[in-house]
């Protein structure tokens, strides 16, 4: 069975998987589902939760497109313009509602490149994940962290590590003097098949890492989703929000590569959150729990040897 044929069906599984524990960890509100075409050839199943118990805003989505390149990617890839592709990936971001639950974004990817033949002339997987806390817990991040190392580690030992800071480098703000987003957590792209790691090799790759979010991500919400909080700790979650929009808006890649593709706007804006906030030269008290959370938007060493 090819890898497209192995994969696809593995994304829709995932989504039924993570939707179906999502709604019942928030208790109250369950998935909206839009099925959309794209009228160059495939499509999706976007499904958002929102209003929820421990969920404010979230979506979990799916696509499986194909066709003509557009001539954007055939410029970026340094390809004809006729060339053909199919890219597939699930996607997700969960905003919730406590200050005290991280939000939390994930996706996994597979992209096929077609030479004039129908043949595949180029191949690679991408994904990550990364964790947004408003309130920091060291043993939350560890425990994040430690499931995505967990995942790499049966592949080599060097590929937590390496994705890890690629991660750190990944979700920084840089118009905010490199602040990051959040505490990170895995981020790799252009995984392309090599003698020493086949097609099948990084298949399974991505699947342990797919496998690894529920795992990584409940045990944290479970946790905090009951923690008294106050409307000052929702405004610090709104304010450090807002810089979650600017990285969305500014530097994220799969948003500017959507948006410049004429990619579906719902589906592409759906990472954003349904309430936050700027202020104009804000800083939090100094020794304070929200001045803590900026000491800990560096990089270091989550999980220890």
Known sequence: MSIKDQFIPYIHGLQNEICTALEQIDGKAKFREDKWQRDGGGGGITRVIAGGGVFQKGGVNTSVVHGQLPPVMAQQFKV???SSFLAAGISLVLHPENPYVPTVHANFRYFELYGADGQIADSWFGGGADLTPYYVFEEDGA????????????????????????????????????????????????????????????????????????????????????TPYTDAQVHWQEYRRGRYVEFNLIHDRGTLFGLKTNGRIESILMSLPAKARWEYDYHPAPGSPEAALLEYLKPRDWVKA
Do not use: W
């Open 80 to 82: 004809a313009d006729d």
């Open 143 to 226: 425990h994040f962290h430690g499931a995505f190392k967990a995942a790499c580690d049966p592949f080599g030992t060097e590929l937590y590590p390496q994705y890890k800071q690629q991660c750190d480098e990944y979700f920084v703000n840089k118009h905010r003097n490199n602040e990051a987003r959040g505490i990170g957590g895995i981020f790799y792209d252009y995984l392309r098949p090599r003698p020493e790691r086949t097609a099948e090799q990084l298949l399974q790759f991505q699947f342990s890492n797919g496998n690894a979010f529920l795992p990584s991500y409940l045990p944290i919400v479970e946790k905090r989703k009951d």
